[in-house]
Every structure is written in C-alpha cells, then in structure tokens.
C-alpha cells in the first residue's frame, strides 16, 4: 500500500500515474490535452473497487484540467441490462463527478468497428475460422507450447470478406465460425495467438436490438473505442498489462496519421478484506437472497454504501489515502471505515437514541415538570449550533448501561451508584423494579438539582465516573434501526479453492431492534441524513423504508473501530 507519499516541502508526491501523465504534458504529446475514460460494463452494480477507478480517472482529469467520458463497454448483449446502465450513471454522479457530454456506448461504435475488422482483412490479417470455439481454444497450446495453426488461417482475402459478410447477414448459427487476427501462434503471449475478434450471436443488443447478429469481443472493441474517443490515457487494471500488445497490435492496423495514440497504465485493483469484489459473486448474493439486493447496506456497492451512511467525501478520500499501486495487495477494510468516521465526524449532527431502553423513573422530580436543556449539535463544529433537549421525569436509558452486580470497573449505572446523564443531571439508582420473572423493568432514581450540567454549581462540577446518554420517555419517538455486522466472517471469503464464498457469510451480519427510543428532534429526519448517536456510532436514514411516522435507520458505522459482538461500548 502507498500511502500519501510527502516529499520535503510537505506536499504530495507524484503517483507513477501522474509521473507519466506530466512527462507527456512536457513533451507535447497530444496536443498538450488530458482525456480518460470510465469505462464499466453493464453487467452489475458498481462498487468500491469501481469507485477506486472513478476517483482516480475523474480525479486526474480534473487535477490536469482534462475530460473523462463515461462509457458502457456494452459488447457483450447477453448480461448487460438498462437498469445496470441507470445505476451506473446514479453512482458517478452521486460520487460527485460529472462526464464529458452524453454517456458514451461501444455499442455505438459497432458500424466502425466493423468496418475496421474489413479493413483488417484486406490486409490479410484477420480470417474467418469454422472451427468450433472448444477446438480453437484447445489449439491455444499453453504458455511453454506453441499453439497449432488452424486449417482456415490462410484463405483468401476474398473469402474472407464473403464469409465475414455473411456472417454479419445472420447466414450462419452461433458458433460456427469466428473472425480471429491472424497473428502469431507461437507468440509467448497468449493472447496474440490468433485471438478471436467477432463471434455470431443471435441476440437482440439492449441498444442495437436484433440490427447485429455478429459482436466484436471485448479485446477488439476497448481499445479502438479508446482511440475512437480521442482518449490520452486508458487507465485500467493490471490483469490488463498482458492483453496491451494485442490492442497496440490492433490499433496500429487501424491508426491514421495525426491522431492521438491512446496510452495504456495500468494499476492494482482494489481488494478490500473480508469484501468480495466480483460482480458475479455479487450478483449471486442478491439471486440467493443472502442480501435485500444491491443497494444492501452490507454490500460494498456504491449504493449499498450510500444507503448504509457512507458520503462520498469518505470514498474519495479512502481513495486517495490508498494510491495507486503497481503490484496487487489487499487493503483492511477497517481503513474505508476509519476515513468515513472523521468525515463524520465533523458533519454529523449528535442527538441521543436509546437502542434498548430500559425505563428510569427520577422518582424526585416533579411528574407535571419538564424543562429544555440547552446541547450543542457538535461540539466538533460551533457553526453547527444548538438545540433544545427535553428533560422529564421518566427517562430512558440503554439497557446495557445498567448492571445489578456490577463488577468494579462497571462505570455506569448500578444499584446506589451515580451517573452523569449527559447535558443533564446526575442520578442516583435507588431501587430496581423486576417483573414475576425476575426481569429488569424499572429504576428507580433519584437526582441532584443542584447538577445540572453548565450551570456552574460546585455540584454540576462534581466528577462521575460514568456519562449516560438518555431520552425523555414522553418526548421519545419510536424508531427501528438495523444494526450491521461484516457480511463475512473471514479475511478473504473467496480465497479458499475447496470452500464456495457463500460458506462464510456472517449468520448476524443483520439485527433489527425495533423498540428504539430517539430524541423529538429527530421527528423530522429526512431520508439519507446522517447523525451521530452519543456513544454509539453514526446512524443514517434509511432510503427506501425510512416514511415520515416510521423512522427507519441503518447504522453506518460504530464509534470505535475494533469488530465487536457488543453493542455498547464501555463508557463514553
Ligand atoms: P468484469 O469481470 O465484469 O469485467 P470488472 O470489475 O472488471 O468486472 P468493469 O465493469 O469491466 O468490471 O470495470 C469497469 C472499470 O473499473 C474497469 O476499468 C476496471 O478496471 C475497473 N475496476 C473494476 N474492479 C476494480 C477494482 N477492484 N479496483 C479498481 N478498479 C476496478
Ligand atoms: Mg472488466
């Protein structure tokens, strides 16, 4: 991991991206100009990794005053479908980055693209194969061997062009033959032998409909879809390195004078622990109903992270924090965390929620009084202000807070022992109240009148040891807030070669409390807004299920970072 190199000046050094990218702005290579390219397929819904990608190709045309396109690499009509095409689109947008013009479609480029593939042919050097795929790939040979030349590979210009043009007439069935670049067999690098260019497949195109029945592959298709798009820099991942002398191979057959040459970086993609990152795998979790669907708050998708709380200040700056690295590594997962806790931190508004109450009578204060504390929204940010906080005789507290046979180091609330509540006063538990079971319903308490907090008392500046957050029963609103856990209980759920990833999923990654008592301010939480509830962690209104009378929160993250069954976290 390369984190935020300095040089002596303090300021941040050059990623080998940026390295490059100012060697050819000095050397004048394309017109001085700066374009990249988004470019996913629409075969799933973005995520973290993806947005590693976004950040980092919006993110360099923006420091060299360039462009970036956003394009659906849409070869492929099988798995690509609109309501992918849509979420994208949301995602990029929702991070905070805008395309250059109208989204682009390789599908829109197929015209051209075909009419290279001719232009290839002409030059003798691509061929139509009727050879089965299983045969043609078996001839692939390996990396040590040669692979076997395919009886087809030297017919004639002319046949080629009538067969390829039948083929594009829909005269033949899927798989009976391909158009392959007549390269080298025996190259040392796979991928330049012979690699297949078109395949017949008679399916309607999400854009093109039934107009084609012959698609380029993905190979053939980016890296002229690049030069087409004027794009200086293709920035992609390093499984990529390997295919980069097959597009220069295919761009140089292609390419006219005075044109930009597309250049191709590569970088390590981003893996996260306990994360899986293949939209495959991810599909097949919202398929099996393991998750709700893509936009889960468990999962790492761009809107599963939104929907769970994350902003998109934290995901550019874990992205940021992260670099771009040229070797593969894995990332903890608990550094994504730790960069949306200080953004929210300094953005989220505290208000008091009580997650599991437990009921406390202040048994000397008066039944007909209630009084409005004065309580700062964030103490992290004075222009946030303050509110007015409702005080009265029945309160609740976390159930958690309280312990009959406390041990010594239980600072919080215990029979004969005394609390903080926070911005309030200091209590003192005098009876516990049980059912006919022997369960906890009640405290009776009794307060110091003399405590208020801020009021200048030598009692109000009287040191407990615990501080307990609270909310007036009467004032109270109900909420249900879902409790999130890692969906996976392993560093590398997919790393195993015997296990399926689905065999570690977290049994408790999900708990639903449905009893929660917030603060009356929170009456009117809006959907998406973020809080910090004191001494539990950052809470965000649920997107979809959160109505005005039904107040429906996700936790994002807990205050502390360190991946506890427990709830509440000690004192403070
Ligand atoms: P597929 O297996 O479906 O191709 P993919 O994750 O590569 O999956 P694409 O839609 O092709 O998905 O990805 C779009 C862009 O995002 C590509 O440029 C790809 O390199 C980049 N990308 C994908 N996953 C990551 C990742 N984990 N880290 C960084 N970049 C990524
Ligand atoms: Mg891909």
């Not at 953004?343 to 599991?356: Q, S, Y």
């Not at 807070?401 to 041990?407: G, L, R, S, V």
């Not at 990833?501 to 639903?512: A, G, Q, V």
Request: charged share 30%; aromatic share 10%; hydrophobic share 30%.
């Amino acid at each position: 991991m390369e984190i935020e190199n300095k040089d002596i000046e303090g300021k941040k050094s050059l990623n080998f991206i940026e390295s490059i990218i100012e060697e050819d702005l000095k050397s004048k290579k394309n017109k001085e100009e700066i374009y990249t390219r988004f470019p996913p397929e629409p075969n799933g819904y973005l995520h973290i990794g993806h947005a590693k990608s976004i950040c980092l190709n919006f993110g360099l045309a923006q420091k060299y005053n360039g462009k970036t396109n956003l394009r659906f690499d849409d070869t492929n009509p099988e798995k690509e479908e609109v309501e992918y095409v849509d979420s994208i689109m949301e995602d990029v947008r929702w991070l905070g980055f805008t395309w250059e013009g109208e989204p682009r479609y390789a599908s829109d480029y197929f015209d051209q693209l075909y009419k290279w593939a001719i232009k290839i042919i002409e030059k003798g050097q691509a061929y139509v194969d009727d050879q089965s795929p299983d045969l043609i790939s078996q001839q692939r040979g390996t990396p040590t061997q040669p692979g076997i030349e395919s009886p087809y590979r030297n017919r004639t210009v002319e046949e080629n062009l009538d067969l390829f043009t039948r083929m594009k007439n829909g005269k033949f069935a899927e798989g009976e033959r391909v158009l392959r670049a007549k390269i080298d067999m025996a190259s040392p690098n796979m991928h330049m032998r012979d690699p297949i260019m078109y395949r017949i497949l008679h399916k309607d195109h999400h854009r093109t409909g039934d107009k084609w029945c012959i698609y380029p592959m993905y190979d053939f298709a980016h890296g002229q879809s690049d030069y087409i798009e004027g794009i200086t820099h293709s920035v992609c991942t390093l499984e990529f390195e390997v295919h980069r002398p097959l597009y220069e191979w295919f761009l140089n057959n292609v390419y006219s004078e005075g044109t930009i040459k597309t250049r191709q970086i590569e970088f390590a993609r981003l893996n996260l622990s306990y994360t899986i990152m293949s939209k495959r795998k991810l599909l097949e979790l919202v398929q099996s109903k393991f998750v709700s669907g893509w936009d889960d708050p468990r999962m790492p998708t761009i809107s599963g992270l939104r929907r769970r709380g994350y902003t998109p200040e934290s995901i550019k700056k874990f992205a940021d924090t992260i670099g771009v690295a040229k070797r593969n590594n894995v990332i903890d997962v608990a550094l994504l965390e730790h960069s949306l806790r200080e953004d929210l931190n300094k953005k989220a508004p505290r208000v008091m929620g009580v997650l599991n109450p437990l009921k406390v009578v202040i048994t000397n204060y008066s039944e007909e009084k209630e009084e409005f504390l004065t309580i700062e929204n964030n103490p992290e940010d004075e222009t946030m202000g303050t509110r007015e906080l409702p005080f009265s005789r029945d309160i609740y507290i976390e159930k958690d807070d309280f312990m009959e046979d406390a041990p010594k180091k239980f600072f919080r609330l215990a029979p004969g022992k005394e609390v903080r509540l926070k911005g309030a006063y200091i209590i003192k538990c005098e009876e516990v109240i049980k059912d006919n079971s022997g369960n906890i319903i009640e405290l009776l308490c009794s307060y110091d009148p003399e405590s208020k907090s801020g009021s200048g008392t030598e009692a109000s500046k009287r040191k407990v040891k615990g501080t307990l957050h609270w909310v007036s029963a009467k004032h109270a609103i109900n909420a249900e807030v879902r409790l999130y856990d890692r969906l996976f209980n392993d560093e590398d759920p997919a790393g195993y070669k015997d296990k399926n990833f689905t065999e570690f999923i977290n049994p408790d990654s999900l708990k639903i409390l449905k009893e929660c008592k917030l603060e009356p301010s929170m009456d009117n939480a809006k959907q998406e807004s973020r809080y910090q509830f004191q001494r539990l962690g950052y809470f965000c209104v649920d997107k979809k299920d959160s109505k005005p009378g039904t107040l429906v929160l996700n936790r994002t993250v807990p205050l502390k970072d360190s991946w506890s069954k427990k709830l509440i976290r000690g004192t403070n």
